[in-house]
T-cell receptor
Framework: ELKVEQNPLFLSMQEGKNYTIYCNYS?????LYWYRQDPGKSLESLFV?????AVKQEGRLMASLDTKARLSTLHITAAVHDLSATYFC?????????????FGTGTRLQVTL | GAVVSQHPSRVICKSGTSVKIECRSL??????MFWYRQFPKQSLMLMAT?????????EQGVEKDKFLINHASLTLSTLTVTSAHPEDSSFYIC????????????FGQGTRLTVV
């Protein structure tokens, strides 16, 4: 059974600081997704990582995927308050598709002024 | 990106009644859609896979008679929560993937169901 774990579960950080969120998964997968969720809202797609070694950056967020280690990271550079949200990674149960996602536990990020 | 529209965004119903939630793919056809449930401060859990023209497949522990899924067209899937109880109160989110491009799933806005 596929298990997806994130750490930390909660992260409080000051504006301007850097930090990394980790996502580990238990079975082989060729892809991984990162989403952002604001309170009371649905998911916003952040990154689609489709191969080993994939690295994508958008603004202050950068995501990477190591399929051999079954590990993805979401790095936050010089955090700002607007990044406060819950971040989820997700892995598809079947390789090669975006079907039947198993979500990580989520990391609630709070950026303080 | 492709757009998935979910309706209603929030609903309050009395115990014992049924509630229908719609999920539409607005600018693409989706033979497969997915229904997830999220309890407060928890992650999303897949409930079922909705297949156009055939029966839905349910995850272990999800009662198919309680959560009725109908995928009658290539752009619409509905989830009906029958005989709702307070423990069914949750955030329900649908997603769809484009058939010709399986790299990404697109999510609806979610439906906040409160059963009183």
């Amino acid at each position: 059974e596929l298990k997806v774990e994130q750490n930390p579960l909660f992260l409080s950080m000051q504006e301007g600081k850097n930090y990394t969120i980790y996502c580990n998964y238990s079975t082989t997968s060729d892809r991984l997704y990162w989403y952002r969720q604001d309170p009371g809202k649905s998911l916003e797609s952040l990154f689609v990582l489709l191969s080993n070694g994939a690295v994508k950056q958008e603004g202050r967020l950068m995501a990477s995927l190591d399929t051999k280690a079954r590990l993805s990271t979401l790095h936050i550079t010089a955090a700002v308050h607007d990044l406060s949200a819950t971040y989820f990674c997700a892995v598809p149960r079947a390789p090669g598709t975006a079907s039947k996602l198993t979500f990580g536990t989520g990391t609630r990020l709070q950026v303080t002024l | 990106g492709a757009v998935v529209s979910q309706h209603p965004s929030r609903v309050i119903c009395k115990s014992g009644t049924s509630v229908k939630i719609e999920c539409r793919s607005l600018d693409f056809q989706a033979t497969t859609m997915f229904w997830y449930r999220q309890f407060p401060k928890q992650s999303l859990m897949l409930m079922a896979t909705s297949n156009e023209g055939s029966k839905a497949t349910y995850e272990q522990g999800v009662e198919k008679d309680k959560f009725l899924i109908n995928h009658a067209s290539l752009t619409l899937s509905t989830l009906t929560v029958t005989s709702a109880h307070p423990e069914d109160s949750s955030f329900y989110i649908c997603s769809a993937r484009t058939d010709g491009r399986h790299t990404e799933a697109f999510f609806g806005q979610g439906t906040r169901l409160t059963v009183v």
